[in-house]
């Protein structure tokens, strides 16, 4: 007898933050060939990712957009910046202020990444 083959997706989401207003936002990671990438992302309050346990998250490997990717629902960014406190934010290259940590550095974005919570 044939195994019945899972059609389930691998899907989970991390949180990011918007330099811009330092708000929080869920980034919607789906797994695809051993690999992350970021299909969706979403206005999030605190409490409501606290509340989902987004903020207790870890997640390891690349995190490339898909192509219909929007990008930060605040800003439209789609490249990330991981910043020594490990956390992430939206972002172009150059030196930029964590809006997690406040630490000013010069980012390069990136697209693998090692993510553990959202630290709320």
């Not at 929080?24 to 299909?39: A, H, K, P």
């Amino acid at each position: 007898m044939k195994e019945k083959q899972s059609n389930r997706i691998n899907a989970k989401v991390v949180l990011c933050k918007c330099p811009k207003n330092k708000r929080v936002y869920g980034m919607r990671l789906e797994e695809q060939g051993g690999d992350w990438v970021r299909t969706w992302a979403f206005k999030l309050d605190e409490a409501a990712a606290k509340r989902e346990g987004f903020d207790t998250e870890t997640t390891r490997g690349t995190m490339r957009p898909t192509l219909d990717y929007p990008g930060c629902p605040y800003c439209g960014g789609t490249s990330l910046n991981q910043c020594k406190c490990g956390k992430i934010f939206c972002g172009k290259a150059g030196e930029a202020t964590c809006p997690w940590c406040g630490t000013t550095s010069t980012y390069s974005p990136v697209d693998r990444l090692s993510v553990q919570g959202g630290g709320l």
